[in-house]
């Protein structure tokens, strides 16, 4: 009997006092930090404490030692506060927990293929202009309506760069939604009625996993024009989104008092793919919230997971999972 139960004992934590996460204030990193609690608590021994709040000011907590662990980081989007807190020594990228974050411009599948496809045409940003009429603004009839992210957000700043490089200001009105759950709802409003829509989007997100889109081609990613883009509010040329790679990283003082736990953090990887998957499941089982989401992910991917952590940590955490 103690061999049968050995499994569910876990080990002792590296650390006398919770593991403070990271609790930024998005689908996907609450669900990271979710699978993470959840293999520290379960499979190390360990208390956990996820932390609300911000970019920035999590960022700095990181520094401080307030925080332990960060499950994203968007070196793409803070290039300068991570840069500064990378060179204060106080804190280190461990790995890259998914190397293929998106963004785009997307349409329906339903417009672009199929017999009764009413934009079989529209494949690039470049086409927009021959197709404003499918997506004619309510408001403005003459033009199409763009469906941009919300105001004051990174993303809508470029897109609305975009719009002016690509020169589609005089042929789509730039709609800005209120919030990122406007968006969604926006987009899935048409979906259900099988309507035209011209949207912003990224992943990974619970969006992309749901609805079948196209991806609209841009020309390819270039550096110097995409730090041109962003760096005038007159660009001249732009390019599309580049892939992102979005790194863990952990409190410098932390790594070294806990190294097994910096070891497992590295390890961590997934995909855009799977975690917008994964997504799509908390937004459909809300009552289970990330904890079920994370549950969920946890039996179903054993094989991936598994890879992370040494075999007794594995065996505790899927003596937990029963």
Request: net charge positive; glycine share 8%.
């Given at each position: 009997?103690?061999?049968?139960?050995?499994?569910?004992?876990?080990?002792?934590?590296?650390?006398?006092?919770?593991?403070?996460?990271?609790?930024?204030?998005?689908?996907?990193?609450?669900?990271?930090?979710?699978?993470?609690?959840?293999?520290?608590?379960?499979?190390?021994?360990?208390?956990?404490?996820?932390?609300?709040?911000?970019?920035?000011?999590?960022?700095?907590?990181?520094?401080?030692?307030?925080?332990?662990?960060?499950?994203?980081?968007?070196?793409?989007?803070?290039?300068?506060?991570?840069?500064?807190?990378?060179?204060?020594?106080?804190?280190?990228?461990?790995?890259?927990?998914?190397?293929?974050?998106?963004?785009?411009?997307?349409?329906?599948?339903?417009?672009?293929?199929?017999?009764?496809?009413?934009?079989?045409?529209?494949?690039?940003?470049?086409?927009?202009?021959?197709?404003?009429?499918?997506?004619?603004?309510?408001?403005?009839?003459?033009?199409?309506?763009?469906?941009?992210?919300?105001?004051?957000?990174?993303?809508?700043?470029?897109?609305?760069?975009?719009?002016?490089?690509?020169?589609?200001?005089?042929?789509?009105?730039?709609?800005?939604?209120?919030?990122?759950?406007?968006?969604?709802?926006?987009?899935?409003?048409?979906?259900?009625?099988?309507?035209?829509?011209?949207?912003?989007?990224?992943?990974?997100?619970?969006?992309?996993?749901?609805?079948?889109?196209?991806?609209l081609e841009e020309p390819e990613y270039d550096a110097?024009?995409?730090?041109?883009?962003?760096?005038?509010?007159?660009?001249?040329?732009?390019?599309?989104?580049?892939?992102?790679?979005?790194?863990?990283?952990?409190?410098?003082?932390?790594?070294?008092?806990?190294?097994?736990?910096?070891?497992?953090?590295?390890?961590?990887?997934?995909?855009?793919?799977?975690?917008?998957?994964?997504?799509?499941?908390?937004?459909?089982?809300?009552?289970?919230?990330?904890?079920?989401?994370?549950?969920?992910?946890?039996?179903?991917?054993?094989?991936?997971?598994?890879?992370?952590?040494?075999?007794?940590?594995?065996?505790?955490?899927?003596?937990?999972?029963?």
């Amino acid at each position: 009997m103690l061999t049968l139960t050995s499994p569910a004992k876990a080990g002792a934590c590296e650390i006398n006092r919770p593991v403070r996460i990271a609790g930024l204030d998005w689908d996907s990193n609450r669900f990271h930090a979710a699978v993470t609690a959840f293999i520290l608590e379960h499979g190390y021994g360990c208390k956990t404490e996820t932390l609300p709040g911000t970019t920035i000011p999590l960022l700095t907590g990181l520094g401080r030692g307030d925080l332990d662990i960060m499950m994203e980081v968007w070196k793409n989007q803070l290039t300068e506060a991570w840069e500064k807190a990378e060179k204060s020594g106080r804190v280190q990228t461990l790995g890259i927990n998914f190397p293929d974050a998106v963004q785009g411009w997307f349409v329906p599948r339903y417009l672009v293929e199929g017999e009764n496809a009413l934009a079989s045409g529209l494949r690039k940003v470049a086409d927009l202009p021959r197709f404003k009429t499918l997506f004619r603004d309510p408001e403005e009839p003459g033009k199409g309506r763009f469906y941009n992210c919300k105001l004051g957000w990174d993303c809508e700043t470029v897109n609305t760069k975009k719009l002016k490089a690509y020169g589609l200001n005089e042929h789509y009105v730039n709609f800005r939604t209120g919030s990122g759950a406007a968006l969604s709802a926006a987009i899935a409003s048409a979906y259900k009625r099988k309507k035209p829509i011209l949207y912003y989007y990224w992943g990974p997100t619970w969006v992309m996993a749901k609805y079948d889109a196209v991806q609209l081609e841009e020309p390819e990613y270039d550096a110097l024009i995409w730090a041109r883009l962003k760096a005038t509010d007159t660009p001249q040329n732009a390019t599309a989104y580049p892939v992102a790679e979005v790194f863990t990283a952990a409190n410098t003082a932390f790594i070294k008092k806990a190294p097994k736990i910096a070891a497992f953090i590295k390890k961590y990887r997934t995909s855009s793919e799977i975690i917008s998957k994964a997504l799509l499941h908390l937004r459909e089982n809300q009552s289970r919230g990330e904890n079920g989401a994370a549950r969920q992910f946890l039996r179903t991917h054993s094989a991936l997971w598994s890879t992370w952590v040494p075999g007794d940590v594995a065996a505790r955490v899927r003596a937990a999972l029963k």
